[in-house]
């Protein structure tokens, strides 16, 4: 199961070869013009994770700043991009490049990447996970009711295929919806997305199943929180108390706090 959060940590935080180097191998040229040398989606994230990990420890070592790291993730991930032909992505790889051209600030052909992606997804963890960047892409171009009809339409998805569901809309489309006009939709996504996580199933056995029952109270919590947020921005201070009644109710329940 690929888990939207994790991938978070490539949000825009990518260091570039020229800074660093590749621990994993050099990265084909993207600008080359033969064809074979289009490199792959899997090689190009995982080179760019290794960047965003260096980039990372200059931050924390004082010598850029987070606005600094931001400016050269869009720099140097469009030169890696810049000649790229979308038309010849293959599609089971269009995800990948779609998260290259977000981290790039081109969220319109990260759209129509993720669009292709949805299209090609053969699994529903696939399917879960590409439609909820579709939203994330249309909640950042202003797209937000859309966004939230895409997000809805992971909802389908069985128990098992549930876990990125709440992550995505907390952390990644609201934030990008927020302020568009649409923030009573959000809001009202948010906390059918809960019923979402609640209903989510996973192996108690394994350490992911784990880690997911640890942080499913916290992260509940935190969405409690933004929807009486989104509510007194609206003015709708009932539907706000109701939420932070609602929050403390499953935070006794959870035993997690």
Known sequence: ME????????SPIIAVALLTGCRSGILPDPNDPDPKQLVSGEILLRNIGEMMQTLEERVGQGEINAKQREKIVEREVGKMLKNVDVARVPPKQAWQFGDAF???????????????????????????NDTLRVARAQAHLGLVTEAVASC???????????????????????????????????????????????????????????????????????AWIRIAQLYQGLNLEKEAREAIIKDEADRQKSGAF
């Open 3 to 10: 888990t939207v959060i994790n991938f978070l940590k490539l």
């Open 102 to 128: 977000r981290l790039a600030g081109n969220w319109d052909t990260a759209l129509k990447l993720y669009t292709v992606a949805v299209k090609a997804a053969k699994t529903d963890d696939r399917l879960v």
């Open 152 to 222: 809805r339409s992971t909802f389908k998805v069985g128990p098992r295929e549930k876990a990125p569901i709440l992550l995505a809309v907390l952390y990644e489309v609201v934030p990008e919806g927020v302020g568009k006009g649409k923030d009573l939709e959000l809001a009202r996504l948010l906390e059918d997305s809960i019923k979402q996580h609640k209903s989510t199933i996973v192996n108690v056995t394994g350490e992911g199943g784990k880690a997911f029952l640890r942080a499913r109270p916290v992260h509940i919590h935190f």
